[in-house]
T-cell receptor
Framework: NAGVMQNPRHLVRRRGQEARLRCSPMKGHSHVYWYRQLPEEGLKFMVYLQKENIIDESGMPKERFSAEFPKEGPSILRIQQVVRGDSAAYFC????????????FGPGTRLTVT | AQSVAQPEDQVNVAEGNPLTVKCTYSVSGNPYLFWYVQYPNRGLQFLLKYITGDNLVKGSYGFEAEFNKSQTSFHLKKPSALVSDSALYFCAVKGNQGGKLIFGQGTELSVKP
């Protein structure tokens, strides 16, 4: 059973460009979470999705950031018009149905904005 | 508001000695508590969790954690540290409002030979 997959692993964008980060959850997992790890900081929750639904986006910046988890295909975290402050490691995690289950994390996408 | 505190940025231990990484939490209702480990440039690996039941939880790689409701703590422990245990450790809590994890700031564990 493959783990959570994220791509690309490293992404370099110039200021103003768009960044698209992809996450494929573990097989059988229908819940996806995105977290951001800024330099010298811990992990901060961004958004929680189930198939075709955003459940909790309380951690998402109000502008430029969006996320989706379509019926088919990976979850996408999209950052429009990136700025240097967006440089961070973005982690995706997945879990099965039950709330008490642990979340399994992908290797992360390291975004660098130049 | 839910929160997690890891009071030590760094813990230094000699190989073979016991180690403790501290964690306290604040959450309404019954908490679900987790420990994760992160090696450099890697994702987080799940170590153990407390949901209910026995206050002493055993996890991967010989780690265990003790849930203490009165002190709202969930300290991570290992009887005998290995150099390969050196990594960044995160405590996290999941409240009863939904699925997100609230993480502490992390504790860098350094085990010297």
């Amino acid at each position: 059973n493959a783990g959570v997959m994220q791509n690309p692993r490293h992404l370099v964008r110039r200021r103003g460009q768009e960044a698209r980060l992809r996450c494929s959850p573990m097989k059988g997992h229908s819940h996806v979470y995105w977290y951001r790890q800024l330099p010298e900081e811990g992990l901060k929750f961004m958004v929680y999705l189930q198939k075709e639904n955003i459940i909790d986006e309380s951690g998402m910046p109000k502008e430029r950031f969006s996320a989706e988890f379509p019926k088919e295909g990976p979850s996408i975290l999209r950052i429009q018009q990136v700025v240097r402050g967006d440089s961070a490691a973005y982690f995706c995690a997945s879990s099965p149905e039950h709330q008490s289950y642990e979340q399994y994390f992908g290797p992360g996408t390291r975004l660098t904005v130049t | 508001a839910q929160s997690v505190a890891q009071p030590e940025d760094q813990v230094n231990v000699a190989e073979g000695n016991p180690l403790t990484v501290k964690c306290t939490y604040s959450v309404s209702g019954n908490p679900y508590l987790f420990w994760y480990v992160q090696y450099p440039n890697r994702g987080l690996q799940f170590l153990l969790k407390y949901i209910t039941g026995d206050n002493l939880v055993k996890g991967s790689y010989g780690f265990e954690a003790e849930f203490n409701k009165s002190q709202t703590s969930f300290h991570l422990k290992k009887p005998s540290a290995l150099v390969s245990d050196s990594a960044l450790y995160f405590c996290a809590v999941k409240g009863n409002q939904g699925g997100k994890l609230i993480f502490g700031q992390g504790t860098e564990l350094s085990v010297k030979p």
